[in-house]
């Protein structure tokens, strides 16, 4: 008898350390992955989403892999949801048992190596080969398509992050124009760098790598081996080779979504990328700036079009 109350004792306050413990590290991932509010914001139909710079380059980067492989931005909604109660969008390298990275995805349980699993780009592309293996996937509701990805103990909680996911969706693939900003500094350390094999500065040229990666085969201009001289306004950043132009042509309802999935990818990677400046459809954001402005693009006898980044997004880096 005395053992065996011994036996209840000590299971007690296991659980009870149990507890505790779990209480801590709960508390311990709620300060370390909030990261600072704020710096990027979006806003679709009078929904406001407010996420780290962090944040948005993950977020950017699920969008732009499930553009990049043709899926639906219901798909995007769904890896937004899960990855926000997962992690927070954060790329973290702990949690449940062995779970890691931005979907909590086990080594133990055939998702990949600790490695792979750290890796955002192949823990998102992981995530979606599973989503697509989910029948009519884009007619299920979020929580039910989440949860049949992940196998979540707490299959509901995918429900609280459903607004947010959609408003972040609708923006990052382009269907909700100059909804997506960042509030960034005003400016990057300077460089005295040469142009490189490209025709472009080093900063610039990691842009183009950049998007050619995320987005695959696209259409780049404004640059050429040695740099240009001729083709842009008097003053252009075409001419110090740091801008490149990404071409949506011709301008229409489905390459407008497509320019916009860019320019908002753009902006989410800005202080990553050094970004200085990106122009679309008539609209501009500058780091340092607040927001999407209404472009006024200078007197020409060309396409109006052309003058009024209609056709192609714009994007230049700090010098």
């Known amino acids: 008898m005395k053992g065996r109350v011994v036996a209840i004792v000590v299971g007690l306050l296991a659980a009870a ?19 600072p509010d704020g710096d990027c914001t979006a806003v ?18 699920i969008a732009s892999i499930a553009i ?35 979907f909590q995805q ?9 490695d792979e699993i750290l890796d955002p780009v192949f823990a ?30 707490f299959p509901s909680a995918y429900a609280d992050h459903e607004e947010d996911a959609r408003a972040l969706a609708s923006a990052l693939t382009g269907y909700s124009p100059a909804t997506f900003s960042c509030d960034l500094d005003g400016g990057a350390p300077s460089t005295d760098e040469g142009l490189v094999d490209s025709g472009l500065t080093g ?26 001289s001729t083709g842009h306004m008097e003053g252009s950043a075409h001419y110090e080779g740091r801008a490149i132009d990404i071409f949506f042509r011709p301008v229409n309802d489905a390459n407008r979504t497509s320019g916009w999935a860019v320019a908002h990818y753009l902006v989410g990677n800005a202080a990553r990328l050094d970004i200085r400046t990106v122009i679309f459809d008539d609209r501009i ?12 693009p200078p007197e020409g006898s060309g396409d109006q079009a052309i003058l009024e980044h209609r056709d192609h997004v714009h994007v230049d880096v700090f010098g």
């Not at 679709?44 to 980067?61: F, K, M, P, R, T």
């Not at 349980?109 to 600790?114: A, D, P």
């Not at 610039?204 to 640059?223: H, P």
């Not at 954001?285 to 006024?296: H, L």
């Open 17 to 35: 350390i149990v507890a505790v413990v779990g209480i801590v590290i709960f508390r311990a991932v709620d300060e370390i992955v909030s990261g």
């Open 44 to 61: 679709v139909a009078d929904h406001e989403v407010e996420i780290s710079g962090e944040q948005a380059e993950n977020a950017s980067l």
């Open 68 to 102: 990049e492989r043709g899926l639906p931005a219901r798909a995007v909604s769904i890896a937004l949801a899960t990855a926000f109660q997962e992690s927070k969008l954060i790329n973290i390298d702990y949690g449940d048992r062995d779970s890691l990275g931005l």
């Open 106 to 114: 086990r080594p133990s349980q055939g998702w990949g190596s600790e």
């Open 124 to 153: 998102t592309n992981a995530f979606y080969d599973a989503l697509v293996q989910v029948d009519g996937y884009e007619d299920l509701e979020i929580t039910v398509a989440a949860q049949q990805v992940q196998r979540s103990a």
């Open 203 to 228: 900063r610039a040229d990691a842009v183009r790598e950049d998007v050619l990666t995320r987005y695959g085969d696209l259409d780049l201009g404004g640059f050429a081996p040695g740099g240009v």
């Open 285 to 296: 954001w500058t780091a340092g700036r607040d927001g999407w402005r209404d472009y006024d």
